[in-house]
């Protein structure tokens, strides 16, 4: 299986290249018309260049002239650049576990890192544990999740409050109106 993905992102160039014709794209990147391979491949010997395979599903394959080390740290670059966009553009769900008895200090502590992480972008999942007798009195879990939300004016429930067996869990996320004031200044 390992072969097979190498095999997919590997870069044909020069003879490796199984066609009777190419497409080709010249070193400057202008367009050098439909050539038998032979003549692409000795063209671009000629300027001691490399063939490079750039589409194999086209008819006639396209090959463009230039230096193969070149093209394939370009190609490594261009994936780089791509996965960093996506690894912005996704949004995470952070999670804050709390107990009914938790002191106020240590709640303002855990309000502090919800507002970074909705100020970041991400969702964030409030779950509210229950122990022994603590279920008898489950207000003080929606009690406490208010007061969250009182500290956090910006952010909006996602759903509902959702009692799962001992604990109550929220899902809180961004709302519109600051994710607005944060493009705007960003524009700007």
């Not at 001992?166 to 960003?186: C, D, H, M, P, W």
Request: with cysteine.
């Amino acid at each position: 299986m390992a072969n097979e993905r190498n095999n997919e992102n590997r870069v044909l160039s020069n003879r490796e290249i199984r066609a009777r014709d190419v497409r080709l794209i010249n070193e400057d990147g202008s367009n050098g018309g439909i050539v038998p391979f032979f003549r692409a491949l000795n063209i671009a010997q000629d300027q001691g260049l490399d063939l490079i395979l750039i589409n194999q599903q086209a008819n006639p394959v396209v090959c463009k002239i230039g230096d193969v080390g070149k093209y394939k740290y370009d190609q490594q670059k261009r994936q780089k650049e791509q996965d960093k966009k996506l690894r912005e553009s996704r949004i995470d769900i952070k999670e804050v576990q709390l107990r009914p008895g938790i002191d106020k200090h240590d709640l303002d502590v855990k309000i502090k890192h919800i507002k970074e992480w909705l100020a970041d972008g991400d969702k964030v999942k409030i779950v509210v544990k229950f122990r022994g007798r603590e279920m008898s009195n489950q207000q003080a879990g929606h009690t406490m999740i208010s007061q969250i939300m009182a500290e956090v004016p910006s952010a909006k429930i996602e759903g509902n409050n959702e009692l799962q067996g001992n604990r109550l869990i929220t899902v809180l996320f961004q709302g519109k109106q600051n994710e607005q004031a944060k493009r705007q200044a960003s524009n700007q």
